[in-house]
């Protein structure tokens, strides 16, 4: 026991939190051994819906930013490279196929209206099939509510937000005037705009007691000032546009069976405006069944699906596509004070072959609910994109990434408290990389990323404190060196308080460690550790109504998170949200 109270100082943690993202249904986290973490819409908003700031509370993850709001946003999970993690918001594939590597930017991810997202880590193609090798990310938005809900909010750089939702209905637009992309500080003194607007919505219909039908839509166009890799580049912008769609039947013939069954849509158009203008436009169609059966102390659930990725651009030839389909069984039980997870999956791929993907993970209660032990293996791949593939850079010789990788920790909760400490290794084999001679991409390199996560979320009656502290090494196992923008260390400090519901605020402190980067201009550089302090508040004025401030890098802070790259300095918000 004194090991635990020293992993654990003072601690009593966690409520129960139900999941979908780590088994494809509804599951208590409890019962489950994989790392998850989730953010709350809450949490997200408080932040601005500045994804470098709404994850910074994940353990394992950093998020690297080429700029101000707009900007290009990447994710990397565990070490892992940003085309490596899955993203999906309610359920919908949004990995870009005509990104070089399919990656996701998190830069385009609408501010407003997000219910909470989950983040489970490690290896997960056993039901995700291709880009989960360091994870998956799952947005999901807010239910459909009669209540109609405003907000507005205003501040530095020429900032201003304005949102609208009502029936499941969404509408929300975004402006700054910006900070220069490329850092003011090396002669860029450009400020590069962003402009966009986002409507959509969510709606369930149910058909009968035992079948519904749920329906989200969403639409967004964004238009962002760029700066070429010289520096300021005037009239050089990006139209960014997204289009999503997925109806999923839920289906419950039996009080133990749940059946699902969806079809999902993805669009992507990305229209560069520079000296030699180049346009983007793929497509991701996806259908999808999945089935699970509740036994007394397990759950079983085999699932299919089909993808077809296809696209065209000013890099590529006609239009391209790929077409893949996968099967996977699962199954997980929670006895007593065991649980235990496994499954298997096949994907048939039509241009680059077959993957055969596992995971186990297993967990137990030492004691009961509120200290276990727990860990997980798995394996993962990842194919080509159609731009490594047909690009005049690509080959169609290319093999899937692959990677296989474990975790293992203690896992403390009791009530409203607590703290994980987890040590994980993934490694990669088969990476695509780009071949300076033949100007073609290539499997060629190897990877290595390992490192320590320590969370803690603890409650102190008004009072709030949450921690998560990352340490990571990533090694090109190829040459050696190590992989570029993941710090050495980084940790978040957050304290809140929070006053009956009528006013609180918060402290968030964030410290983000040496890591190797290149800059655009002076090629391999050595970036500075730097600690960002942020501060938000809320004062209630009446039911449904609240005022609430932010206040951004307070200590104005020159920083880049980037090599080359601006961020922003002392800045501040104010907002108002109401029930209309």
């Known amino acids: 026991m004194s090991i635990v109270f020293f992993l654990f100082p003072l601690l009593t943690f966690a409520e129960d939190r139900i999941v979908v993202t780590a088994t494809r249904f509804s599951t208590s986290a409890n019962d489950l051994p994989a790392s998850i973490e989730v953010i709350s819409g809450e949490e997200w908003d408080r932040k601005g819906g500045q994804a470098e700031n709404a994850l910074s509370g994940v353990t394992g993850l950093t998020v690297t930013p080429t700029g101000g ?232 659930s085999a699932g299919a699906e089909l993808w077809r990725d296809s696209g065209r651009s000013s890099e590529i030839t006609g239009r391209r596509q790929f077409q893949s389909g996968g099967f996977y069984l699962y199954d997980q039980l929670a006895w007593k004070r065991l649980q235990l997870s496994l499954g298997a999956r096949v994907d048939i791929h039509n241009e680059h072959g077959t993957a055969v993907t596992e995971g186990y993970g297993l967990g137990l209660w030492l004691l009961p609910q509120t200290f276990r032990v727990k860990g997980n293996l798995g394996s993962a791949f990842k194919a080509p994109s159609l731009y490594q593939t047909y690009s005049a850079y690509g080959s169609q010789a290319l093999l899937p990434e692959r990677s296989r990788g474990w975790d293992a920790g203690l896992h403390f909760v009791n009530g409203p408290w607590e703290s994980e400490l987890v040590w994980y290794e993934n490694r990669f084999h088969d990476l695509i990389g780009f071949n300076t001679t033949t100007n073609k991409y290539y499997n060629v390199n190897a990877a290595l990323t390992y490192g320590l996560e320590w969370s803690l979320r603890a409650p102190l009656g008004p009072l709030g404190l949450r921690n998560a502290l990352t340490t990571t090494r990533a090694v090109d196992r190829t040459t050696g060196q190590h992989l570029l923008r993941r710090p050495q260390l980084s940790n978040t400090l957050e304290l809140s308080y929070e006053k009956a519901a009528r006013y609180g605020g918060g402290l968030s402190f964030r410290y983000v460690g040496k890591r190797d980067d290149s800059h655009p201009l002076q090629g391999a550089v050595k970036m500075p550790t730097f600690l960002v302090i942020n501060a938000d508040a809320f004062y209630q004025l009446r039911e449904g109504t609240k005022l609430r401030a932010r206040g951004e890098n307070l200590g104005n802070r020159h920083y880049q998170e980037v090599a080359g790259y601006g961020t922003p300095g002392l800045s501040g918000y104010l907002g108002l949200e109401t029930d209309l």
């Open 69 to 300: 709001p707009g900007q290009t946003r990447s994710l990397l999970l565990r070490g892992s490279d940003s085309s490596q993690t899955l993203v999906l918001v309610n359920g919908i594939p949004v990995n870009d196929p005509l990104q070089i590597g399919r990656s996701f930017d998190f830069g385009q991810i609408p501010i407003n209206e997000i219910d909470h997202v989950e983040v489970i880590k490690g290896p997960q193609s056993i039901l995700y099939g291709s880009n989960a090798m360091g994870g998956v990310v799952q947005i999901f938005s807010k239910k459909a509510s009669s209540q109609a809900r405003a907000r507005v909010e205003g501040g530095s750089y020429g900032t201003g937000r304005a949102h609208f939702s009502v029936n499941g209905f969404r509408a929300a637009y975004e402006r700054t005037d910006g900070i220069s992309a490329r850092d003011s500080r090396e002669g860029n003194h450009e400020r590069d705009e962003h402009r966009a607007w986002t409507v959509g919505g969510t709606q369930e219909f149910p058909i009968h007691e035992k079948l519904a039908l749920r329906v989200h839509a969403q639409y967004r166009d964004a238009k962002t000032d760029l700066d070429t890799f010289s520096g300021d580049a005037l009239g050089t912008y990006v139209q960014n546009r997204q289009m999503l769609f997925r109806q999923e039947a839920i289906y419950l013939p039996r009080e133990n069976i749940e059946w699902r069954s969806a079809a999902s849509y993805s669009a992507f158009e990305r229209d560069y405006h520079e000296a030699t203008p180049t346009y983007y436009e793929a497509q991701i169609v996806k259908a999808e069944t999945m089935v699970r059966k509740s036994f007394s102390v397990h759950q079983l």
